[in-house]
C-alpha cells in the first residue's frame, strides 16, 4: 500500500512536468527539449534558494519564474531567429546545463535538513508520504485552475488557434509568433516548478536530474490519451495527470516483480507497451470512424 | 455507452496493475516474517566499475562472516542505472523491510536518507558526507546514516604525479562537470599542484561522448594528467589512456581501477576494499545493534601504490623506479 501511495504521489508531481510537455505539444506539434533543461532549473534554482533561507514555496514559486525566462529564451530562438523546434530546445538544453550547473555551484545541493513544502507539512503532524500527496494534490489542482481559466480568456483561445491551425490565426490578426512565446513560457515554467517538487521529494538537486524528463512526460501523455480518448481541454489535462500517475505504477510494478537491474528498462518498455496496446487490441472488432483533429491527439 | 465501458476498463486496468503491487508487497513481507533470515538492501545508483567493485567487496565480506546469500541472507539489491527517477521508488521499496541498507554513490544515499529516518543506511563512494547532507558530522553522524567515504589522499597522489613528471610546468585535469564528488577532489588537487609551483589546465566533459575530445586538446598542453575518481572518466580511462600513451603523457588517477584501465600508477583506495570495509561496518549493525548515530564515517585503510606496467614501459619508466615520495 505503502509503494502504491508513493507512486501516486509522486505520479503527481511528475504531471506537473506531463502538461507543460503536452501544451508545448499542441502548441508546436514538437516534444520541446527545453524541458530537459528547464526541470533542472527549477530543481536548481529551489534548492539554492532554500539553502540560503528562502521560504519553500517563495522558493518553488522563483523556480516558475526561471523556467519562464528559460521559455523566453526558447519562444524567441524559434519565432525571431527562426530556428526549427526541435533545434531550438537542444539549444536552450544545452545552454541550460551551464546555467544549471552556475546556479547549483556544484553538481549535487543537498536539501536534507532544509525546510521544504514537504517538511512544512510534515511538521504540522502529517504523515511523510501524506504531505507528499498533499503537496502533489494541491500544486496540481492550483496547475489545472490557473490553465483553465487561462485557455478561457482571450490570449489563451488565441494561444490554442495557434496550435490548432497556425495559417488560420494569422488570418484572423493574431501574432502567432507572440503566442508560440507564451507558449514556450508557460510550459516551461510549469517543467521548472514541477523540477523544482521533484528535488524537495527526492531532497537533492543533481545536474542530471532533467536526463529523461522528456520521455517521462511523453509517456505520461500517451497513457492519458491511450485510455480517454477525445476530451476537452480541461479534461485532457487530468487524463494527463492519471498517464502519470499510471505510469509510476507501472514502473513501480516492474521494481516490485524482482528482475534483474540491468534489465529493468527493457521490462519497463514491455510493460509499458502492454499497457499501451490493451484499450486498442480490446477495440478492435469496431471499426473507428473519427479522427483525431489535428494536433489534439498523438494516437 | 461507450466512454463507460472504456472506463470500467480502465478501471479494470488499474485494478490490475493495483492488486500486482499489492501481490509483490506481500510477498516481500512473507520472506521478511522469516526470522532465519536476514535481509540487507542495496541501492546503487548506476552500472560502474568501481560502484559494481563496492558492491562486490560488501557481499563477500558478508560472505565472509558467514551471511550467505540465499541460505541465511537476503539480498535486496536495485539498481537505477542512472535514472533519478527511479531512485524515489526504490527507496521506498527497500526501507521497512531491511535490517540495514548500503547505499552505493551520492544520489542514491540522499535519495534513502530523505526516504527514511529510522532504517539504518549505509553508504560508500560517497567523497564527502558533511557537503552531501548526509551526516551532520563525520565524527557522530548524529541521524540514521554513516559509512564510508571514498575521498583519495590527494596530496599523496599530487606528489606521486610531480615525482613521475618532475621538469612539468603545466599539469592538466579533467573530470566531469555533473559528479559532484570529482569537483571537490579537483579542486584540491588544483590547490595541492600551484602549492608546488605547477600551473594547472582544468578542462571538464559532461557525458563520455566528450571525452576523445577534451582530452586531445588537453594533451596538447599539458606535461602530465591527473584524473579525480570520477565515474564517467573512470568508464573511459582506455580513450585517455590511448591519448595519453600518444603524447607520452604520465596520467595518475584517483583510483586503482582506473590505473588498471590505461592509468600509470596510483597510490589510492581499492572500492572492492572499500566495499568490505562498510560491509564491516554493516555486521556491527547487525550483530550488535550498533548506532549509526555513533558510528564515525570511515575512509579507506587500505591505500595502495598500484602502477601499470605496460603504460610505465610504454612512457619509458622503469616500473621500479616509482615509488611514493616521502
Redesign the interface.
Same mark, same amino acid.
Given at each position: 500500500?505503502?509503494? $502504491?501511495l508513493? +507512486?501516486i504521489s @509522486?505520479g503527481l508531481l511528475?504531471s506537473i512536468m506531463a502538461i507543460g510537455v503536452y501544451l508545448t505539444f499542441r502548441i508546436l506539434d514538437i516534444a520541446d527539449l527545453t524541458a530537459e533543461g528547464s526541470f533542472p532549473l527549477g530543481a536548481a534554482i529551489c534548492s539554492v534558494s532554500i539553502v540560503s533561507g528562502i521560504s519553500p514555496l517563495l522558493a518553488s514559486f522563483l523556480a516558475l519564474v526561471g523556467g519562464m525566462l528559460a521559455g523566453i529564451v526558447s519562444g524567441l530562438l524559434h519565432t525571431k531567429l527562426k530556428i526549427p523546434a526541435l533545434l531550438t530546445g537542444i539549444l536552450t538544453m544545452t545552454a541550460l546545463?551551464s546555467i544549471n550547473?552556475r546556479i547549483l555551484g #556544484?553538481? %549535487?545541493v =543537498?536539501?536534507?535538513? @532544509?525546510d521544504t513544502l514537504m517538511r512544512t507539512l510534515q511538521s504540522l503532524g502529517l504523515e %511523510?508520504r501524506m504531505a507528499v500527496l498533499v503537496v502533489g494534490g494541491v500544486a496540481i489542482v492550483l496547475v489545472i485552475l490557473a490553465l483553465y481559466l487561462f485557455f478561457s480568456t482571450e490570449i489563451g483561445l488565441a494561444l490554442r488557434s495557434t496550435g490548432d491551425n497556425e495559417a488560420m490565426s494569422e488570418a484572423n490578426g493574431i501574432h502567432t509568433d507572440t503566442m508560440k512565446i507564451v507558449g514556450y513560457m508557460l510550459c516551461n515554467g510549469l517543467i521548472s516548478l514541477s523540477g523544482a517538487l521533484i528535488a524537495q %521529494? %527526492?531532497?537533492?538537486a543533481? $545536474? +542530471?536530474?532533467g536526463?529523461? =524528463?522528456i520521455v517521462?512526460g511523453l509517456a505520461s501523455i500517451i497513457i492519458g490519451e491511450v485510455?480517454?480518448?477525445q476530451l476537452s481541454f480541461a479534461k485532457r489535462l487530468i487524463t494527463i495527470v492519471i498517464g502519470a500517475v499510471?505510469y509510476?505504477?507501472?514502473?513501480?510494478?516492474v521494481?516490485?516483480?524482482?528482475v534483474q537491474?540491468?534489465d529493468? #528498462?527493457l521490462f519497463s518498455a514491455i510493460v509499458l507497451a502492454i499497457?499501451l496496446s =490493451?484499450?486498442l487490441l #480490446?477495440k478492435k472488432p469496431r471499426r473507428t470512424k473519427r479522427v483525431g483533429k489535428k494536433g489534439a491527439e498523438l494516437v | 455507452m461507450r466512454t463507460i465501458g472504456m472506463k470500467k476498463k480502465i478501471i479494470l486496468g488499474l485494478a490490475t496493475v493495483t492488486a500486482g503491487l499489492v501481490l509483490g508487497a506481500c510477498g516481500n513481507t512473507s520472506e521478511s516474517a522469516d526470522s532465519e533470515m536476514t535481509n540487507v538492501g542495496i541501492l546503487q545508483y548506476m552500472e560502474h566499475d568501481s560502484l559494481t567493485q563496492a558492491r562486490k567487496g560488501f557481499v563477500s565480506e558478508l560472505e565472509a562472516a558467514g551471511y550467505v546469500e540465499g541460505e541465511n541472507l537476503t539480498l535486496n539489491y536495485q539498481n537505477a542505472q542512472g535514472d533519478q527517477a527511479n531512485l524515489q521508488s526504490m527507496s521506498e521499496s527497500l526501507i521497512g523491510d531491511n535490517e540495514v541498507i548500503l547505499s552505493i554513490a551520492t544520489p542514491a544515499a540522499q535519495s534513502l536518507a530523505t526516504s527514511t529516518q529510522e532504517d539504518p543506511i549505509l553508504f560508500t563512494a560517497v567523497t564527502d558526507p558533511v557537503d552531501a547532507g548526509l551526516v551532520a558530522d563525520n565524527e557522530a553522524p548524529g541521524g540514521n546514516v554513516t559509512g564510508t567515504s571514498d575521498m583519495v589522499p590527494i596530496e599523496e597522489q599530487i606528489s606521486l604525479l610531480l615525482s613521475l613528471a618532475q621538469d612539468a610546468e603545466t599539469i592538466g585535469i579533467i573530470y566531469n562537470s555533473s559528479e559532484a564528488n570529482s569537483k571537490i577532489q579537483a579542486d584540491l588537487a588544483q590547490e595541492a599542484i600551484e602549492a608546488e609551483g605547477v600551473a594547472v589546465k582544468v578542462l571538464t566533459v559532461t557525458t563520455t561522448n566528450d571525452v576523445q575530445q577534451v582530452m586531445t586538446t588537453l594533451a596538447q598542453e599539458v606535461d602530465a594528467v591527473y584524473i579525480p575518481t570520477d565515474n564517467t572518466l573512470a568508464s573511459t580511462m582506455p580513450t585517455v589512456g590511448e591519448i595519453a600513451a600518444e603524447y607520452k603523457l604520465p596520467v595518475v588517477p584517483g583510483s586503482a581501477e582506473m590505473v588498471e584501465a590505461g592509468g600509470l600508477a596510483t597510490y589510492g583506495i581499492n572500492y572492492e576494499e572499500l566495499g568490505r570495509q562498510t560491509a564491516k561496518m554493516a555486521l556491527k549493525i547487525i550483530e550488535e545493534d550498533a548506532d549509526p548515530a555513533e558510528m564515525a564515517v570511515e575512509t579507506s585503510t587500505n591505500l595502495e601504490l598500484v602502477i601499470n606496467e605496460e603504460v610505465a614501459k610504454s612512457l619509458g619508466i622503469d616500473p621500479e623506479s616509482i615509488v611514493l615520495p616521502d
Open positions: 500500500m505503502d509503494i $502504491i508513493s +507512486s @509522486q511528475w546545463y550547473l #556544484k553538481a %549535487n =543537498t536539501l536534507l535538513g @532544509q %511523510n %521529494n %527526492n531532497g537533492y543533481d $545536474i +542530471s536530474m536526463i529523461g =524528463t517521462i485510455i480517454f480518448h499510471v509510476r505504477l507501472i514502473i513501480d510494478f521494481l516490485q516483480l524482482g537491474p540491468q529493468i #528498462k499497457a =490493451t484499450p #480490446k | -
